[in-house]
């Protein structure tokens, strides 16, 4: 079993930047697919971006893409998500998951679980 645990979170203005982290714990980590997700108050939880096992590939929610990037070092059990340009849309709280499938390709959706915490983001206006 895998432990994650979100950081980085945090009140920024809107156009501003923040970066979270996703620490690793237990099993191995760079056997996975590693994800990122959000919920928004009232709102379901929805896909953000996910990065292979090697880093090779990235895959984004169209809502993100262009300003936020996934990344992850293998030899610290880290994955990060450098998001700019926020937007009051962004306001959620996000969270780092595991995929439970060992594939090269890009995990599915809901194959992805172990989750963390969460980090509250916050976007003014």
């Known amino acids: 079993q895998v432990q994650l645990v979100e950081s980085g979170g945090g009140l920024v203005q809107a156009g501003g930047s923040l970066r979270l982290s996703c620490a690793a714990s237990g099993r191995t980590f760079n056997n996975y697919g590693m994800g990122w997700f959000r919920q928004a108050p009232g709102k379901e939880r929805e896909f953000v971006a996910s990065?292979?096992?090697?880093?090779?590939?990235?895959y984004y929610a169209d809502s993100v893409k262009g300003r936020f990037i996934i990344s992850r070092d293998n030899a610290k059990n880290m994955m990060d998500l450098q998001m700019n340009s926020l937007k009051p849309e962004d306001t959620a709280v996000y969270y780092c998951?595991?995929?439970?499938?060992?594939?090269?390709?890009?995990?599915?959706?809901?194959?992805?679980?172990?989750w963390g915490q969460g980090t509250q983001v916050t976007v003014s206006s």
């Open positions: 998951a595991q995929c439970r499938l060992i594939i090269a390709t890009r995990c599915p959706t809901a194959a992805f679980g172990s």
């Open positions: 990065i292979t096992w090697n880093g090779g590939s990235t």
